[in-house]
């Protein structure tokens, strides 16, 4: 298999509509979905066109939506977002990064979608920034993010309520020069 976008353990390739019957066996997990943007529960209906509309917004250029496959075994183990272009400015967000398989996380699997993920972002499309939010009781997330080589550059008080108590979200933020001083430009 082609290994257009690559790292050292994952790939990032277009969705499929066959994924959703892989990605619905994990996808209603409340232990992943309570860090993710919406934490409803989900149908094979809604994760089929969840994938036919990122896959519209990807051939239109206005958002890329990946899968995350091993390359050991082109095993489908996440999805990664990248929204809310700006081609102008040239910025984006990191809206979701998830390793929906329990048995790919906390092995290294997060942390290099999450480079080649920014890696695509200033290197293939030249952007400039790339920023994400995060809440405040994932603290394993903003921990692994500020390793990772984001700042936190802002704070929006009280924004997300989780079972039965509000949060504040942190914006974290990382420039085309920081990555690259840290990661380099991966081999394509």
Same mark, same amino acid.
Do not use: C, D, G, N
């Given at each position: 298999m082609m290994n257009m976008y690559h790292g050292d353990l994952v790939r990032l $390739? !277009?969705? $499929? $509509?066959a994924d959703a019957e892989i990605i619905l066996k994990h996808w209603n997990d409340? %232990?992943?979905r309570q860090y993710l943007p919406s @934490?409803? @529960?989900? %149908?094979l209906n809604d994760l089929e066109e969840f994938i036919l509309s990122r896959n519209e917004s990807y051939s239109k250029r206005e958002s890329f939506t990946f899968g995350i496959e091993?390359? +050991?075994n082109d095993r489908l183990i996440g999805l990664v977002d990248l929204t809310g272009i700006s081609?102008? %400015?040239?910025?984006? +967000?990191?809206?979701?990064?998830?390793i929906f398989d329990p048995e790919f996380r906390g092995k290294g699997f997060g942390l290099d979608s999450l480079r080649v993920t920014l890696d695509f972002a200033f290197f293939v499309l030249d952007l400039h920034a790339v920023?994400?939010?995060v809440e405040d009781f994932n603290t394993s997330a903003i921990s692994f993010y500020k390793k990772f080589g984001f700042k936190t550059s802002g704070?929006? $008080? *009280?924004?997300v309520y989780r079972d039965g108590s509000r949060y504040d979200v942190k914006i974290m933020d990382i420039l085309k020069e920081e990555f *690259?001083? !840290?990661?380099g430009i991966l081999p394509k």
């Open positions: $390739r !277009k969705l $499929r $509509r409340y %232990s992943l @934490p409803l @529960p989900t %149908s091993t390359i +050991e081609w102008i %400015s040239r910025f984006a +967000e990191v809206s979701q990064i998830a920023h994400l939010w704070t929006l $008080r *009280e924004l *690259e001083e !840290k990661y």
